[in-house]
Each structure stands twice: as structure tokens, then as C-alpha cells.
């Protein structure tokens, strides 16, 4: 079965090894895990205490396990707003400072030359939606997106395998046949789970992730032209 971007169509003889490709958003398409981390250390300085990059690059990919919240609130020195005052106020410095941003070198072309290939795209995120939609905005690729697949009531946050399966779903691909791109060891143990190959490319913040079982890693997308990773990861699937 191979996907264009208006859907699918009939398939299987196109000679391409792979379907699709699914992307993750924050901090492969957009560096705002590097602008979320700077706030939440201003923000714990704030209230008189620190917050570790270490201690943020494991909640990357995922919303469980570290809750920025509620160790705000136990290592403070001074009073801290109620939680829905406090998330508020982030959320308002998160707007402001991801403004300007620019999708992060080689998305692009990666983005354009699948779809010359006839891929179907993805995002499979444990942001919200909302989020997710307008991060795309800003750079200018929604269009590009025929599926959205975040967090949300009825799909588990990576590094369960729900996002990536139904980003798969909703495009009509086998996983086994797709491609996911990731900046985090939760990501890649989601994408692996629902059965797809993996490319790795870490950001400033997910350097210290162990990323080794990744099919290809990258330093950037703009190190590797996606055709030439096409053909890296057919000859590790030894398609």
C-alpha cells in the first residue's frame, strides 16, 4: 500500500520500502523543548530554587514520571500561585517566546521530498493538539500534515505506542512500513512498540538520551538527504 498526501491509493508496486513518515513535533520540527526548559528554570528561580536540564530531559517525549508543578511547589522557599494561576502564567510566557521560531534545519526538505515520493506525513506528539496545530502554523507546514496525532483522552502519552498507531491508522499505512522521526528515548520506545523504523536526531536538550536504538542517527536532518536515509534504513530492515 504506498500514500499520497490526498489519501490512499492503490499500492504495494511502487518499489519504495516505506509508506510514511511520521515526525515528531517539539524539538524535531520546532526547538521549543530548548525555549520550554529556559522558562521553567527561570521560573523555579524565580521562587528561589533550580531545575536541572537533567531533571527536564526526562520528561521529554512524554507527560509522565517528573512533574515540574508540584516539585516547584515542594522546593520554593517563597509562597507559590495555585497550580491553575502557575500554569497560566507559563503557558503565556510559552506563547510569547515561541513566536519567531523557524521549523529546524532540513524538516523541510525532508517533508518536501517525501511527499514527491508520494508518503503519506504525520505528527504523532504528546502535546495537545491545539499546541501541535499551532507550532505547524507558525512554520508554515499544517498543510503538509494530513494527520495530527496528540495526547489526549483517548490515546496515551509516548512512551506508550497509542500516538504512533494511530497516526498509522488515520493514514492508512502498515507501521511495520513507516518511518518515525524522534528526539527522545520515550519517542523511540513508543515508535519501536507500534512497529516502526526509527531515525533519531537529538536537539540540545536530548543529548544525553540513549538513542542507540535508533535505525540511523542523526546530528541534523540537514546532514542526511532523506533519500539517502531511505536508503540507509531499507538496507537495515534488508529490504
Known amino acids: 500500500m504506498s500514500v499520497s498526501k490526498g489519501g490512499i491509493s492503490a499500492g504495494g508496486d511502487s518499489?519504495?520500502?516505506?509508506?510514511?513518515?511520521?515526525?515528531?513535533?517539539?524539538?524535531?520540527?520546532?526547538?521549543?523543548?530548548?525555549?520550554?526548559?529556559?522558562?521553567?528554570e527561570e521560573m523555579f528561580a524565580r521562587y528561589g530554587c533550580s531545575f536541572t536540564l537533567e531533571e527536564y530531559s526526562a520528561l521529554v517525549g512524554s507527560d509522565h514520571g517528573f512533574d515540574p508543578f508540584a516539585v516547584l511547589a515542594e522546593?520554593?522557599?517563597?509562597?507559590?500561585?495555585?497550580?491553575?494561576?502557575?500554569?497560566?502564567?507559563?503557558?503565556?510566557?510559552?506563547?510569547?517566546?515561541?513566536?519567531?521560531?523557524?521549523?529546524?534545519?532540513?524538516?523541510?526538505?525532508?517533508?518536501?521530498?517525501?511527499?514527491?515520493?508520494?508518503?503519506?506525513?504525520?505528527?504523532?506528539?504528546?502535546?495537545?493538539?491545539?499546541?501541535?496545530?499551532?507550532?505547524l502554523e507558525d512554520v508554515r507546514l499544517d498543510s503538509h500534515f494530513?494527520?495530527?496525532?496528540?495526547?489526549?483522552?483517548?490515546?496515551?502519552?509516548?512512551?506508550?505506542?497509542?500516538?504512533?498507531?494511530?497516526?498509522?491508522?488515520?493514514?492508512?499505512?502498515?507501521?511495520?512500513?513507516?518511518?518515525?522521526?524522534?528526539?527522545?528515548?520515550?519517542?523511540?520506545?513508543a515508535a519501536h512498540a507500534a512497529g516502526l523504523v526509527c531515525v533519531a536526531v537529538p536537539n540540545t536538550v536530548t543529548r544525553s538520551h540513549d538513542l542507540s536504538t535508533a535505525e540511523l542517527l542523526v546530528e541534523s536532518l540537514a546532514a542526511v538527504p532523506f533519500e539517502e536515509a531511505l536508503r540507509l534504513l531499507s538496507e537495515k530492515r534488508g529490504l
Not at 516505506?18 to 530548548?34: K, N, Y
Not at 495526547?151 to 496515551?156: K, M, T
Request: charged fraction near 25%; hydrophobic fraction near 45%; include cysteine.
Open 146 to 189: 494530513t494527520v495530527m496525532s496528540c495526547r489526549g483522552d483517548q490515546l496515551a502519552a509516548k512512551p506508550e505506542p497509542d500516538l504512533y498507531l494511530d497516526a498509522c491508522r488515520r493514514l492508512g499505512v502498515d507501521p511495520t512500513r513507516s518511518i518515525a522521526v524522534e528526539d527522545s528515548a520515550n519517542g523511540l520506545a
Open 15 to 40: 518499489g519504495q520500502a516505506f509508506d510514511a513518515v511520521v515526525f515528531d513535533l517539539d524539538g524535531v520540527v520546532v526547538d521549543t523543548e530548548r525555549i520550554v526548559h529556559e522558562i521553567w
Open 75 to 135: 522546593r520554593s522557599l517563597v509562597p507559590v500561585p495555585p497550580l491553575a494561576e502557575l500554569r497560566s502564567q507559563i503557558e503565556q510566557i510559552e506563547q510569547l517566546r515561541v513566536i519567531g521560531l523557524s521549523a529546524l534545519p532540513g524538516v523541510r526538505e525532508w517533508i518536501e521530498s517525501a511527499e514527491r515520493l508520494g508518503m503519506g506525513l504525520a505528527v504523532a506528539s504528546s502535546s495537545p493538539l491545539a499546541w501541535v496545530q499551532a507550532r
